[in-house]
């Protein structure tokens, strides 16, 4: 009953199944670990940003350049400040208001910008406090340079003068004349009366989108491996029901061709051979008699 199985037919069907559901069950298991990756990343990013459970603050030297292992954690840079910028349209506790950004000059010649605080409302330099004077040692929370249109941060261009729509090096390199960092710290505690502005995971470490495709994907992959098992199992009870159904003698012979069209054109051809040999076989009537 089985011996059809050896056949080269179901040699090919057999391997192919064989082949397609580790194919399956590893890709599954694949994208299976991406998604616990994603999970993982966001737990670390937000036990990093979490203030209790942070390490000591360490030199900011030691923290560069900034990466999902380093971004939150909490640095320390000393210097005197320099110029001052604004950064609009940023919300903080469900209300609009602005950064208050100023550049810290460090002893290595480069600066780095700080975000000494936020106040409500429309940006202003006028109710940006002034910067304190001489040396002065901040700790905060390094953050990695942002992109427009990501983490909250606005796509805007043609700003007025002393503002920034993101904080980075590559936005800050044309508005003041300073070596930058390509990263940012925020303060702890706001400077002159400000609000602290709270650190935010860095980008990629979240719950977004592709996270869930991850998830999605995973049970794509192991339905494909229980499709396979299952077109399997049906071309094998097809297989047999055909040859019991056969050895009952309840298959007829236009059943045997495994294509209706073949059968139907071998059916025609047969027909046709019929016609052509009475044409060529010549009529005893019509032979002369002798």
């Avoid at 040699?11 to 599954?28: D, E, K, Q, R, T």
């Avoid at 429309?122 to 992109?147: I, K, M, Y």
Wanted: some cysteine; glycine content about 10%; charged content about 25%.
């Amino acid at each position: 009953m089985y011996r059809f199985l050896l056949t080269p037919r179901w040699w090919g069907i057999n391997v192919f199944v064989l082949l397609a559901i580790p194919f399956c069950v590893f890709m599954g298991s694949w994208q299976l670990s991406r998604f616990e990756d994603r999970m993982q990343d966001h737990r670390t990013a937000t036990e990093r940003v979490d203030p209790e459970d942070r390490a000591p603050a360490r030199p900011l030297a030691k923290l560069l350049p900034v990466d999902k292992e380093t971004s939150g954690e909490l640095a320390t840079a000393t210097g005197r400040y320099g110029e001052q910028l604004l950064v609009p349209d940023r919300e903080l506790d469900g209300k609009e208001g602005f950064y208050v950004l100023t550049l810290l000059r460090t002893d290595a010649g480069k600066s780095l910008p700080v975000v000494r605080g936020w106040l409500p409302g429309t940006a202003d330099p006028a109710r940006a406090p002034a910067a304190p004077t001489g040396e002065v040692t901040v700790t905060g929370s390094l953050q990695a340079s942002e992109t427009p249109g990501s983490n909250g941060v606005p796509v805007q261009g043609g700003l007025p003068a002393g503002q920034t729509g993101a904080i980075s090096a590559a936005t800050l390199v044309n508005l003041v004349p300073d070596d930058l960092y390509d990263a940012w710290v925020t303060l702890d505690k706001g400077d002159a009366g400000m609000k602290a502005v709270p650190a935010t995971a860095p980008q990629g470490s979240g719950l977004d989108l592709k996270a869930f495709q991850n998830l999605g994907y995973t049970g794509e992959w192991f339905v494909f491996a229980g499709f396979v098992v299952f077109m399997w199992f049906r071309l094998l009870r097809r297989e047999i029901e055909f040859l019991r159904d056969e050895q009952l003698g309840l298959v007829r012979d236009d059943e045997r061709a495994t294509d209706p069209k073949e059968a139907s054109a071998q059916g025609d051809d047969a027909a046709e051979d019929g016609r052509s040999g009475e044409e060529r076989a010549p009529s005893r009537e019509a032979e002369p008699a002798q």
